[in-house]
């Protein structure tokens, strides 16, 4: 529920700053610090530092597009996961280009061996792993899955694909960008005026494919968990997987 409930807010985020690349301004209804229609013209306007308490058009797109996927079971989602498989695989495309080739910084000294500071590969430990975190998704799955399909087949070559990208692209931004002022890569790319608007659009494209498609999986998750234990009614699973993250 936690996870879902940060993937919608950072999904809003990423439709809004699309909706601003795209059109140079989005919309909201804001409740506070002042009542009333917003021109957003930039992200950090209604998502910075600044507590802005409202609802943003990009919000609005996100519900009206997930929510009745989220009813659906995951059978029910597969075209909307193989769309966002082709996307990512295109966006990765283009993260590559940019940081071998189109940053034109790219620098193995970059990256030492061995750090002086261990600082920082504290962080990075913690959101490699928890990257990984998928086995809440796995009963769920398995229950729905056909007869001849191996979970050990699947769960350990998607996994170690998937291991193998999350070590390999980031190294790559390391080499390519380095001494970063943003714990975020993608807020470096997208920030600065000299970034291609293709690396700038395959951000946005990536950030909703990946964690955008994630929030209607979770929601199924999270219900199917709840009801299929026993833990609840379907009427509370419904209500606890998919009103309340979007309530919050």
Not at 66 to 93: E, T, Y
Not at 149 to 164: A, D, R
Not at 215 to 240: D, E, H, M, Q, R
């Amino acid at each position: 529920l936690a996870v879902n409930m940060a993937a919608i807010r950072v999904s809003s985020q990423a439709v809004d700053s699309f909706l601003i690349l795209a059109f140079k301004c989005t919309f909201g209804l804001e409740f506070y610090p002042h009542a009333g229609g917003v021109k957003i013209l930039g992200p950090n306007d209604w998502y910075g530092n600044n507590l802005v308490l409202g609802i943003p058009l990009g919000y609005v797109i996100l519900a009206v597009l997930l929510i009745p996927l989220s009813f659906l079971q995951l059978k029910g989602n597969i075209k909307v996961q193989l769309v966002s498989c082709g996307i990512v695989a295109i966006a990765l495309g283009v993260f590559v280009w940019d940081f071998v080739a189109g940053n034109g910084k790219m620098n193995v000294a970059n990256v030492p061996a061995f750090p002086s500071s261990i600082a920082g590969v504290n962080q990075l430990i913690g959101v490699f792993i928890f990257s990984l975190a998928y086995a809440s998704m796995i009963p769920t799955w398995v229950n729905q899955k056909k007869r001849d399909v191996s979970p050990n087949k699947v769960i350990w070559i998607t996994g170690g694909i998937v291991t193998f990208l999350n070590y390999v692209i980031p190294l790559l931004a390391a080499f390519a960008y380095a001494n970063l002022s943003d714990d975020d890569v993608f807020q470096v790319m997208t920030g600065g005026s000299d970034g291609s608007k293709v690396t700038k659009a395959a951000v946005y494209a990536y950030t909703l494919a990946v964690i955008t498609t994630s929030v209607p999986v979770y929601s199924i998750t999270v219900k199917n968990n709840l009801y299929g234990s026993g833990a609840t009614s379907w009427p509370v699973a419904v209500l606890i997987s998919i009103v309340l993250p979007w309530a919050i």
